[in-house]
Every structure is written in C-alpha cells, then in structure tokens.
C-alpha cells in the first residue's frame, strides 16, 4: 500500500508516461477571420481524451506514431473539422486549422459543454452554448435561469437574474463581457424591479462559468465568474423574436474586407402577464429596455494584413438600460398560520411605487500582437449608473380568524374580525455610481507548453447616495417608527489590481497553472495579496478518468453596498472578506447507447474570516458592515450530461451544501415561544441566509421520433427551504425554514426551415421557430419573502410573499 501511495505522488509530480512510439502535433487553432480561438478542443477520432488551445489559439498533442490517426477539431457553434495523419517516430508536425461558422438554422442548436471531449479543463469550468435561452422556458427567457440548472448554484425567484453560488450571496459574483467587468443595479429591492440581465445571447459566441477555485487573472470576488464573449460576424444576419412576455431583434453584418464587423441588439420586456398572476392586486406599469452594440476594427496596415492571424484590432462596446417599474396596488388577501388557527390577512393599499434606474456602460478593447506568441490588451471602460426609489404606500391590514372545513357549507369562512393595522412606507432615494477603469495585460508563450499572463488595473470610483426613508406601524393605535434612515454620503476612491500567472503543460495528460493576484484600495488602504493553484491531468491507465484540483486565497474588498449599515451610515475601516477554497474534482467520459456522456463530480471547503453578515429582503442585501463574523462553507457537485435523447444535450444535476457562520455579540438566546431572553451562552454556529441544503436541477430536451422540427424542452429546479427570521434580532436570526423551492418550466416547439440563398449583402427569412410554454408547470406556491405585521398582543406574524402562478406563453423566433 505504501509503494503504491509513492508510486502515484511520484506521477502527480513527475512525467512518467511515455508511449512506445509518439510524435507530436503543434498547431493554430482560428476562424474565419484569422482571429484564434480559444479553449478549442482537439482530440484524437475514437478516444477521449486530448487537447485544448490557449489563448493565442495554440495546441499541442502528443499522438501514436506509425498509425493512421484522424484529428477531430471542435468548437463551440462552429463545425467540427477531421484531419487525416501518419506522422513518423519522434516526429512533431505543425498545422494551422480555419473553423467555420456552423448554421445559423435553430435546428442545428444544441446545448454543448465544450470541454466535454477536453479532459484538461480547467477546475469548476463550464462552458454554455447562449443560444439555448432561445429554447429555454423561463419566465422573462433570462440566459441566468440555465445556470440556475447547474451544481452548485442556487436561484429561487423566476423573477429576478441573480443567483448564489456555493453559499455565496448575489454580490459575491463576477460578471466580465470582453472583459469588462458588470455591476448589479445597487437599490433594487425587489425582484419585480430588475430589468434584464446584461447578458444578450444574440450577441454572445462564448459563455464560460467557474463556480469557484478560477485562475488569478479573474477578479477579486469569493463566489463564481461569468466570462462572457461577444461573437464576430462574418455577414448580413439577424434575428427577431417576441412573446408575450417581450421581445427582441438584433443585426450583424461586416465590411466587405471583413476589416469591420458590427453587432447590435435592442430587448424588451413586458412583465405585466407575470405581475397580474402575483396575489397584489394593483395596476402594474413596468417598463424594461436595454441596447448593446459590439463593433471591431481590423487596425492593421494592408502590407501587413494577414487573414491568420490580425495584428492590431479594436473593439468598441456600448451599451443603455433604462428601466422603469411603477405599481399602484389596491388589495391583497393571503391565507397562513398553523392547523388548529388559520388566519386570514386582508390588506387594502393606498399609494404607489416607483423604481426607475438607468446604466451606460462603454468600453474599448485594444490587442496588439508582436509575435503570434507574445500580444498585449488594453482595455478601457467606463460606467455610470443612475438610480432612484421613490415609494409612498399604506396599507390597511385586518386579521380574520377563519373555518378550515371541507364539511361546513362556506369553507374558509370569516368567523370573527380579530385585529386590525396599518403599515406606511415611505423612500425618497436616489443614487449615482461612476466607475471608470483602464486594464493592461500581457500574454507571451515561450514555447508551446507554457503561457505567461500578466495584468494591471486601475480604477477611479465615485458613489453619490442620498438616502430617505421610514416606516410606520399602526396597531390599534399604537404607533411604532421600525425604519428611520436619512444620510447624504460621497465616497470617491481608486483600486488597484494587479495579476501574474503561469501555465505549465507538464505532458500531453497534466497541466499545472499557477500565480499570484494583488489588490490595493484607496478607502481603508488595505494591502490584499492572493496565491492560487490549479492542476489538472488525466489519469494515465485509465484514459476516461481525469481529475481536478485547486487550492487558492480568495478576497473581496468591501464595496459601497458592503459599506453601508442598515442604519445608513458608512463604514470606512470596513476589511475584505477572506477566503480559503479547496476544490477537488473528476470527470469519467463514457459511452451508453452508443452515445456520448460525461459525469463530473467536486467537492469543496471554504473557510471565510472578516465576514460582513448581512440579512436578505427579496433581492436586496442589507448588511450589518462590521467584520464581525467567521464563517466556512463545504458541499458536493453533481453533474451528468449527455445525449438522453439522441442529437439532444440533456443534463442533470445535484449540489449537497452546508454553511454556517458565527457572528460575535449573538449571545443571548430567546425562548423562541414567547421571544423573551433564556440565557446568555454562545450561539455559535448559525445556517447563513444562503444555506440550501440541496438542490437539483435538470434541462431535457426531447424530439418525435423521425421528426426533429417537434421538440420539448423542459427546465426544472427543486431547493430545500432557505432559513430565514425577524429582522434586527441577531439572537433568533436563521431559526426558520421556508418552504421548499419547486419550479418546472416546459415548452413544446416547431422548426419552420425555408430554403433561402443569403449573401454578404442580402438576407432572407431562414427559419421560424414557434414555442408554445407553461411556465410553472405543477402552480408551485413558492414563497419568495416574508412581511412582518404585529398584532395588539405584540405577536409578531410572519406572512409570506408568493411568486408567479401557472402562466401560459406563446413565443416566436424568425431568423435571417
């Protein structure tokens, strides 16, 4: 057992494995333009594992010499390319490979995990084909809601686009779009609210996401990245699409050199079908629109100009959100309380509410290449961001105690008229963030198994937030102030960032990435550096297995949201949350019905110190901005994907999680009856808000038989219930359970295929695809949040929020 326990610490670290006869094949992975492609997957024809291209779109693979060999070249929405090969004994041959664009045509879309063939993926990669939101039935067809299908992530409201990953929070997420980091609206507090999310797919050519353990040239944030890149047209196309529920169109074209590309698309949506399914009675009046573009330019001079691989090119994105969500509710009457009182709340409302907030973001990336192995990038942006929230509502509440019997003749009767309340509102806030940045990194491969990367970032940040805002509670005449805020705050501040990290390709099965990242903030002159390390390989005697692992110090430097108390005040000594990951993982690639599938399995441990607590109210986080907590977070991922169906992508996928933290000062523990004190021990460890002990997700997809144009697509997630309490008691805080998440969305569609001819300069119609949906398939009464009433007793009632009921939607996509 010791011999063998030596044997195997010795091949993790040192290359053993040699075939009787190899040679090598290097080569330039590219599409249609020159451009290369990164995260190609090369393999070779009957086996399963191989290789994948780096940045600059280089590859290496080793190959059994003296044999015909067949190459498969694949990526993602471009076709699949074969190259025969004989190569001699110790023989390294060089190639360069041009990949196509594959068919615009909806039938030809499926749902790909790129590195399904690639066992050197990097740890907690996934990466997603953004058409398939095209297909997806979800509420406002968000792009978020797949990752909601994923392990490890975790989102329990089809209203809104964000989601908690691995017990982290909503703020706890990296967003990139070419590399331009994207920020969440700040003042939402209710998923009714939000807008859409930024990302487009009819703008998008790759989707990456890391739910944790991600290399040192990503951010500096504890939870997850979205790494999003905008595509490349090569013609005149486009797309428009609309529903009940919203719609969409975009353009793409390029010059007639190809030197100028163009992409730009314009959404809408209308959230009212959704909002009248709510229990709130009320006129609802939401008003969500976004633009973005996408331009690049070939800078390269004529004489140098080469259709491999561009010198010099530039990049130009735009993009406007200007969202507007206006309600004047009139009445609402939710049934609770337990089997032996059931009690009846009816609310009657006066006011209204109104939440408007606009972003515009730009940015500009340049990439110049002085060798094919050694280029730089230089990116600029910038983002301003305008919010206001006004709110005036009262509501007028009454309990009822009522009859819950089948066998009376009016079930559910009010019987008696027990209390009776009011609770005012009332917000005048508005906010203005600016954020202005300018990025340089570096990217040079001394040879064709090693990649250095290097970066540096500064930003200068401006927050404007005038702060307004009480609430009222009325019962029986006796009147409580719960919320009185009003502060006026300006916090101007530069961050710095910094990265360095290493690739190593030890051998054609192991790769090795290392490195290291810094962070200064100008606030509370905090020094953050950040090793990290990750290793990945295949294991040699068994081909179809390969493993994963990554160990790294991961920060968060406190933003304004982190700053700023529940009281309003700012903490400027705030100190960045800490975090050490360990991740660990496999992946067996198999075949079953003679068809392609992958299982993949990790489990992870997060240890966190300096952690700011925080309280969830729908979407908004309202922190206690004290460092006063340590928590850990630990849990398994589970993954299966493959072709169920065949020519369809299913997956299925099952996340286990634990974390708790424990919050200094939280001695004292109430009698949870009667809420009055018991006894002054530690608490302790406590369930964070995010603590979902399981959940489980599954996209399917489904066609006739014989009749691929007819398919299903079904999108379900089930969550154990979130633990959730009162705010402002720390002594019973996470002591409850809500419900159990359950949603199933299903859709069934018809492909229209119409033979068109379409050139560099003309479009005509190329398919129509019609979706009918149920969302909300089994009317799940999901509970998003609770509102807190008293009664004259001082009896607190905890009445819960419900989201959308069953809904039906019709949806078209014409594509040109």
Same mark, same amino acid.
């Given at each position: 057992?010791?011999?063998?326990?030596?044997?195997?610490?010795?091949?993790?670290?040192?290359?053993?494995?040699?075939?009787?006869?190899?040679?090598?094949?290097?080569?330039?992975?590219?599409?249609?333009?020159?451009?290369?492609?990164?995260?190609?997957?090369?393999?070779?024809?009957?086996?399963?594992?191989?290789?994948?291209?780096?940045?600059?779109?280089?590859?290496?693979?080793?190959?059994?010499?003296?044999?015909?060999?067949?190459?498969?070249?694949?990526?993602?929405?471009?076709?699949?390319?074969?190259?025969?090969?004989?190569?001699?004994?110790?023989?390294?041959?060089?190639?360069?490979?041009?990949?196509?664009?594959?068919?615009?045509?909806?039938?030809?879309?499926?749902?790909?995990?790129?590195?399904?063939?690639?066992?050197?993926?990097?740890?907690?990669?996934?990466?997603?084909?953004?058409?398939?939101?095209?297909?997806?039935?979800?509420?406002?067809?968000?792009?978020?809601?797949?990752?909601?299908?994923?392990?490890?992530?975790?989102?329990?409201?089809?209203?809104?686009?964000?989601?908690?990953?691995?017990?982290?929070?909503?703020?706890?997420?990296?967003?990139?779009?070419?590399?331009?980091?994207?920020?969440?609206?700040?003042?939402?507090?209710?998923?009714?609210?939000?807008?859409?999310?930024?990302? #487009?797919?009819? $703008? !998008?050519?790759?989707?990456?996401?890391?739910? &944790?353990?991600? @290399? /040192?040239?990503?951010? %500096?944030?504890? +939870?997850?990245?979205?790494?999003?890149?905008?595509?490349?047209?090569?013609?005149?196309?486009?797309?428009?699409?609309?529903?009940?529920?919203?719609?969409?169109?975009?353009?793409?074209?390029?010059?007639?050199?190809?030197?100028?590309?163009?992409?730009?698309?314009?959404?809408?949506? #209308?959230?009212? $079908? !959704?909002?009248?399914?709510?229990?709130?009675? &009320?006129?609802? @009046? /939401?008003?969500?629109? %976004?633009?973005? +573009?996408?331009?690049?330019?070939?800078?390269?001079?004529?004489?140098?100009?080469?259709?491999?691989?561009?010198?010099?090119?530039?990049?130009?994105?735009?993009?406007?959100?200007?969202?507007?969500?206006?309600?004047?509710?009139?009445?609402?009457?939710?049934?609770?309380?337990?089997?032996?009182?059931?009690?009846?709340?009816?609310?009657?409302?006066?006011?209204?509410?109104?939440?408007?907030?606009?972003?515009?973001?730009?940015?500009?990336?340049?990439?110049?290449?002085?060798?094919?192995?050694?280029?730089?990038?230089?990116?600029?942006?910038?983002?301003?961001?305008?919010?206001?929230?006004?709110?005036?509502?009262?509501?007028?509440?009454?309990?009822?105690?009522?009859?819950?019997?089948?066998?009376?003749?009016?079930?559910?009767?009010?019987?008696?008229?027990?209390?009776?309340?009011?609770?005012?509102?009332?917000?005048?806030?508005?906010?203005?963030?600016?954020?202005?940045?300018?990025?340089?990194?570096?990217?040079?491969?001394?040879?064709?198994?090693?990649?250095?990367?290097?970066?540096?970032?500064?930003?200068?940040?401006?927050?404007?937030?005038?702060?307004?805002?009480?609430?009222?509670?009325?019962?029986?005449?006796?009147?409580?102030?719960?919320?009185?805020?009003?502060?006026?705050?300006?916090?101007?501040?530069?961050?710095?960032?910094?990265?360095?990290?290493?690739?190593?390709?030890?051998?054609?099965?192991?790769?090795?990435?290392?490195?290291?990242?810094?962070?200064?903030?100008?606030?509370?002159?905090?020094?953050?550096?950040?090793?990290?390390?990750?290793?990945?390989?295949?294991?040699?005697?068994?081909?179809?297995?390969?493993?994963?692992?990554?160990?790294?110090?991961?920060?968060?430097?406190?933003?304004?949201?982190?700053?700023?108390?529940?009281?309003?005040?700012?903490?400027?000594?705030?100190?960045?949350?800490?975090?050490?990951?360990?991740?660990?993982?496999?992946?067996?690639?198999?075949?079953?019905?003679?068809?392609?599938?992958?299982?993949?399995?990790?489990?992870?441990?997060?240890?966190?110190?300096?952690?700011?607590?925080?309280?969830?109210?729908?979407?908004?986080?309202?922190?206690?901005?004290?460092?006063?907590?340590?928590?850990?977070?630990?849990?398994?991922?589970?993954?299966?994907?493959?072709?169920?169906?065949?020519?369809?992508?299913?997956?299925?996928?099952?996340?286990?999680?634990?974390?708790?933290?424990?919050?200094?000062?939280?001695?004292?523990?109430?009698?949870?009856?009667?809420?009055?004190?018991?006894?002054?021990?530690?608490?302790?460890?406590?369930?964070?808000?995010?603590?979902?002990?399981?959940?489980?997700?599954?996209?399917?997809?489904?066609?006739?038989?014989?009749?691929?144009?007819?398919?299903?697509?079904?999108?379900?997630?089930?969550?154990?219930?979130?633990?959730?309490?009162?705010?402002?008691?720390?002594?019973?805080?996470?002591?409850?359970?809500?419900?159990?998440?359950?949603?199933?969305?299903?859709?069934?569609?018809?492909?229209?295929?119409?033979?068109?001819?379409?050139?560099?300069?003309?479009?005509?119609?190329?398919?129509?695809?019609?979706?009918?949906?149920?969302?909300?398939?089994?009317?799940?009464?999901?509970?998003?949040?609770?509102?807190?009433?008293?009664?004259?007793?001082?009896?607190?009632?905890?009445?819960?929020?419900?989201?959308?009921?069953?809904?039906?939607?019709?949806?078209?996509?014409?594509?040109?």
């Amino acid at each position: 057992m010791h011999l063998r326990l030596v044997l195997w610490l010795a091949w993790l670290f040192f290359p053993v494995l040699v075939y009787a006869q190899q040679a090598t094949v290097t080569g330039l992975v590219m599409d249609e333009t020159g451009a290369p492609l990164e995260y190609a997957s090369i393999i070779i024809k009957g086996k399963t594992y191989g290789s994948q291209t780096n940045a600059a779109g280089m590859f290496k693979i080793t190959v059994p010499a003296e044999k015909d060999i067949v190459l498969v070249i694949n990526y993602l929405s471009y076709q699949n390319q074969e190259i025969q090969l004989r190569l001699k004994n110790k023989e390294n041959r060089e190639i360069k490979v041009k990949l196509l664009t594959a068919s615009n045509a909806l039938s030809t879309i499926v749902v790909t995990d790129q590195n399904f063939t690639n066992a050197n993926s990097a740890v907690s990669i996934m990466r997603l084909n953004p058409r398939i939101t095209k297909q997806l039935p979800s509420a406002f067809n968000d792009f978020n809601k797949i990752l909601a299908t994923l392990p490890g992530v975790s989102s329990n409201n089809e209203l809104t686009s964000t989601y908690s990953v691995r017990g982290g929070n909503y703020d706890e997420n990296l967003v990139y779009v070419n590399g331009i980091e994207i920020y969440r609206p700040f003042l939402v507090s209710n998923a009714q609210q939000e807008g859409l999310s930024f990302v #487009n797919p009819d $703008l !998008v050519r790759d989707v990456q996401f890391s739910s &944790g353990g991600w @290399q /040192p040239k990503w951010g %500096d944030k504890l +939870s997850s990245v979205l790494n999003i890149t905008y595509k490349t047209p090569k013609k005149l196309a486009g797309s428009v699409n609309g529903g009940l529920i919203g719609g969409g169109v975009h353009l793409e074209a390029a010059s007639k050199d190809k030197r100028i590309t163009y992409l730009a698309g314009v959404r809408y949506k #209308n959230a009212q $079908l !959704v909002f009248n399914s709510l229990e709130t009675n &009320g006129n609802y @009046q /939401p008003s969500f629109t %976004d633009a973005q +573009s996408y331009i690049t330019i070939d800078l390269t001079r004529k004489s140098r100009r080469s259709l491999e691989l561009p010198k010099t090119t530039l990049g130009i994105l735009a993009s406007v959100a200007r969202n507007k969500y206006e309600v004047i509710p009139f009445y609402r009457e939710t049934s609770f309380g337990t089997r032996d009182r059931v009690v009846q709340l009816g609310i009657d409302y006066n006011g209204h509410e109104r939440m408007e907030y606009e972003s515009y973001q730009g940015g500009l990336n340049l990439i110049h290449r002085f060798t094919p192995k050694f280029f730089t990038e230089i990116t600029a942006s910038s983002v301003i961001a305008r919010e206001r929230e006004l709110r005036d509502v009262a509501a007028s509440y009454s309990f009822y105690e009522v009859i819950d019997d089948k066998q009376t003749r009016n079930p559910n009767e009010e019987v008696r008229n027990v209390e009776a309340g009011t609770d005012f509102e009332h917000s005048r806030n508005s906010l203005t963030a600016k954020i202005f940045a300018l990025e340089n990194r570096y990217t040079w491969q001394p040879t064709n198994r090693q990649e250095w990367q290097l970066g540096i970032k500064a930003a200068r940040e401006d927050i404007t937030d005038q702060l307004k805002e009480y609430r009222l509670m009325d019962s029986a005449d006796y009147i409580t102030v719960n919320q009185q805020f009003a502060s006026n705050l300006k916090l101007p501040s530069y961050r710095y960032q910094g990265y360095g990290q290493h690739t190593w390709q030890l051998d054609s099965l192991r790769t090795l990435t290392y490195g290291v990242r810094l962070n200064y903030w100008t606030v509370n002159r905090e020094l953050l550096i950040s090793p990290r390390v990750q290793y990945t390989g295949i294991v040699p005697t068994h081909l179809n297995w390969s493993y994963k692992l990554a160990l790294g110090v991961y920060y968060q430097p406190p933003f304004y949201r982190e700053l700023r108390d529940r009281q309003g005040d700012l903490n400027l000594n705030l100190r960045a949350q800490k975090s050490l990951h360990f991740i660990a993982g496999a992946e067996y690639r198999y075949l079953s019905w003679n068809r392609p599938f992958k299982l993949t399995a990790e489990v992870y441990y997060k240890t966190l110190t300096n952690v700011v607590p925080y309280e969830v109210d729908n979407v908004r986080l309202r922190y206690f901005a004290q460092n006063n907590a340590k928590a850990y977070a630990a849990g398994i991922d589970l993954r299966v994907n493959g072709e169920f169906i065949r020519g369809a992508e299913s997956w299925f996928s099952l996340g286990i999680l634990t974390t708790k933290e424990n919050i200094s000062g939280d001695s004292t523990i109430y009698d949870l009856g009667t809420f009055k004190p018991v006894s002054k021990r530690p608490i302790n460890y406590i369930r964070r808000p995010t603590d979902q002990r399981v959940t489980f997700g599954v996209f399917f997809q489904d066609h006739i038989p014989d009749h691929p144009s007819y398919k299903m697509y079904l999108n379900g997630v089930v969550g154990t219930g979130l633990p959730f309490s009162p705010p402002g008691n720390e002594s019973i805080r996470n002591q409850f359970n809500m419900p159990f998440y359950k949603r199933v969305d299903i859709g069934f569609s018809k492909l229209l295929s119409f033979n068109s001819s379409t050139t560099d300069k003309t479009v005509s119609l190329e398919s129509l695809w019609i979706s009918l949906e149920i969302l909300n398939l089994i009317a799940a009464n999901n509970v998003v949040s609770y509102n807190y009433v008293k009664d004259v007793q001082n009896i607190t009632y905890a009445v819960p929020n419900y989201l959308s009921s069953r809904l039906v939607n019709l949806r078209f996509i014409a594509q040109f």
